[in-house]
């Protein structure tokens, strides 16, 4: 390696340093496991750069080439396993895809397994195989990051855009340490530093703006048009927008979805024990339970005073949504401790109801689903677990937890039927 092109691979990481850098000191002014994620991201991305580029090598003669060798063929398919189970967080790919929470994890799993199996070939192959096992997990996070783009996440454009540049960059990367020839050109070494370097920083920007994200979720400042001043989500017009823009974007991936409605009642009589001050406070605790079951990724907003709603673009499956839902409403009922007019604490519980609408394939018009989500949620005011969905053959009001054994018992019934 020229002092040129050592001169080229030192400042990029030198880039990816301050990056890591950056988020350390966002871990040390406040600590968060989003922060901690940030941290080994770029660390590993230093590590990589570090190993396959020959910096390491240079820096470090006294290390044996054999170890050398055998770190160069790990690194790429254990650094790229580790990212995919990173953004498998990042995406929320539980929350909204089955097929990519499973390609994702797989991929996690097998990329390093394949780059210890790729030590038991022969030498001239074992470096060929990790960059291809690489480029694989590059290509599969690449693909995922759109497709969570097109099922209307914002921010995956900047990680698919990272996850595009990383793809030189690992090709590259183990070009040099192949001692390809064709690799002797310095502008050549230019433009793959400046690859690595700027998919190390777009992808640390969308680590960041999720976090961010995930804090204003919770938090949004009250003063933001569009926005209820008390609970500090989307207000009612603000949420019928976005559900608009979710079923158009529905149309056009075709995947399922469901809107959740949260029907506080009683609210006299806890305007009249908790006072104005402590019901705000009862429902800024609803908005926020209400988004840490549902992700940062999907809507929340206040419809009106005792209503909320969760705009859940799109759903795995339908064995999901009523586990998660019925973890929601288990949250939501929990006692919730306010401040009350005397200035003492005290604990109160609600008397709600949670209502779903799945949103199958067929598009329908926002108030309807708007106006059967709450009629689901008064339904579910007289059920056991307070979670109440159309039956699928009546569309009457059936518990969310039998759901399944309705679907079972519709399979059956088809299933012997005279012909």
């Given at each position: 390696?020229?002092?040129?092109?050592?001169?080229?691979?030192?400042?990029?990481?030198?880039?990816?340093?301050?990056?890591?850098?950056?988020?350390?000191?966002?871990?040390?002014?406040?600590?968060?496991?989003?922060?901690?994620?940030?941290?080994?991201?770029?660390?590993?991305?230093?590590?990589?750069?570090?190993?396959?580029?020959?910096?390491?090598?240079?820096?470090?003669?006294?290390?044996?080439?054999?170890?050398?060798?055998?770190?160069?063929?790990?690194?790429?398919?254990?650094?790229?396993?580790?990212?995919?189970?990173?953004?498998?967080?990042?995406?929320?790919?539980?929350?909204?895809?089955?097929?990519?929470?499973?390609?994702?994890?797989?991929?996690?799993?097998?990329?390093?397994?394949?780059?210890?199996?790729?030590?038991?070939?022969?030498?001239?192959?074992?470096?060929?195989?990790?960059?291809?096992?690489?480029?694989?997990?590059?290509?599969?996070?690449?693909?995922?990051?759109?497709?969570?783009?097109?099922?209307?996440?914002?921010?995956a454009p900047s990680m698919a855009a990272g996850c595009l540049l990383t793809l030189p960059a690992i090709a590259g990367l183990y070009a040099l340490a192949m001692g390809w020839p064709a690799m002797e050109s310095l502008p050549l070494h230019v433009a793959l530093a400046a690859c690595a370097a700027l998919s190390n920083a777009f992808t640390g920007m969308s680590l960041w703006r999720r976090d961010r994200h995930e804090r204003r979720a919770r938090r949004q400042a009250p003063a933001v048009s569009g926005f209820d001043p008390v609970t500090q989500v989307p207000n009612g017009r603000s949420l019928v927008h976005?559900?608009?823009?979710?079923?158009?974007?529905?149309?056009?991936?075709?995947?399922?979805?469901?809107?959740?409605?949260?029907?506080?009642?009683?609210?006299?009589?806890?305007?009249?024990?908790?006072?104005?001050?402590?019901?705000?406070?009862?429902?800024?605790?609803?908005?926020?339970?209400?988004?840490?079951?549902?992700?940062?990724?999907?809507?929340?907003?206040?419809?009106?005073?005792?209503?909320?709603?969760?705009?859940?673009?799109?759903?795995?499956?339908?064995?999901?949504?009523?586990?998660?839902?019925?973890?929601?409403?288990?949250?939501?009922?929990?006692?919730?401790?306010?401040?009350?007019?005397?200035?003492?604490?005290?604990?109160?519980?609600?008397?709600?109801?949670?209502?779903?609408?799945?949103?199958?394939?067929?598009?329908?018009?926002?108030?309807?689903?708007?106006?059967?989500?709450?009629?689901?949620?008064?339904?579910?005011?007289?059920?056991?677990?307070?979670?109440?969905?159309?039956?699928?053959?009546?569309?009457?009001?059936?518990?969310?937890?039998?759901?399944?054994?309705?679907?079972?018992?519709?399979?059956?019934?088809?299933?012997?039927?005279?012909?």
């Amino acid at each position: 390696m020229s002092m040129q092109e050592l001169t080229v691979w030192s400042m990029a990481l030198g880039a990816i340093a301050a990056l890591a850098l950056g988020r350390l000191a966002q871990f040390v002014r406040r600590p968060s496991t989003s922060h901690l994620q940030g941290i080994g991201y770029h660390a590993a991305v230093f590590l990589l750069v570090l190993v396959l580029s020959g910096v390491g090598q240079h820096l470090a003669p006294s290390i044996e080439p054999q170890a050398w060798h055998v770190a160069q063929v790990l690194i790429g398919p254990v650094c790229v396993g580790l990212s995919d189970l990173w953004i498998r967080g990042w995406l929320y790919a539980p929350h909204r895809d089955r097929l990519m929470a499973a390609a994702l994890h797989l991929a996690a799993v097998l990329l390093p397994a394949g780059g210890l199996a790729a030590l038991a070939l022969t030498d001239p192959l074992q470096l060929p195989a990790a960059a291809g096992l690489s480029l694989s997990g590059g290509v599969l996070t690449f693909w995922l990051a759109a497709r969570a783009w097109l099922l209307g996440d914002r921010l995956a454009p900047s990680m698919a855009a990272g996850c595009l540049l990383t793809l030189p960059a690992i090709a590259g990367l183990y070009a040099l340490a192949m001692g390809w020839p064709a690799m002797e050109s310095l502008p050549l070494h230019v433009a793959l530093a400046a690859c690595a370097a700027l998919s190390n920083a777009f992808t640390g920007m969308s680590l960041w703006r999720r976090d961010r994200h995930e804090r204003r979720a919770r938090r949004q400042a009250p003063a933001v048009s569009g926005f209820d001043p008390v609970t500090q989500v989307p207000n009612g017009r603000s949420l019928v927008h976005q559900l608009v823009r979710a079923q158009r974007r529905r149309r056009r991936s075709g995947r399922d979805g469901a809107l959740l409605a949260v029907v506080v009642f009683e609210l006299d009589r806890l305007r009249a024990q908790a006072g104005q001050a402590g019901l705000n406070e009862l429902f800024y605790c609803v908005a926020n339970r209400i988004q840490r079951q549902v992700g940062a990724v999907n809507v929340v907003g206040r419809y009106y005073e005792g209503c909320f709603m969760a705009v859940l673009e799109s759903i795995p499956s339908m064995s999901w949504l009523r586990a998660m839902t019925l973890r929601l409403t288990a949250s939501l009922r929990r006692p919730t401790a306010v401040t009350l007019p005397s200035g003492e604490r005290a604990e109160l519980t609600l008397d709600l109801a949670v209502g779903v609408v799945h949103l199958a394939r067929r598009p329908a018009a926002v108030e309807d689903i708007l106006a059967e989500a709450q009629r689901m949620a008064h339904a579910a005011r007289t059920m056991r677990y307070r979670a109440g969905i159309a039956d699928r053959r009546h569309g009457q009001p059936v518990p969310i937890e039998q759901t399944q054994l309705a679907a079972s018992r519709q399979r059956h019934a088809a299933a012997h039927a005279p012909s």
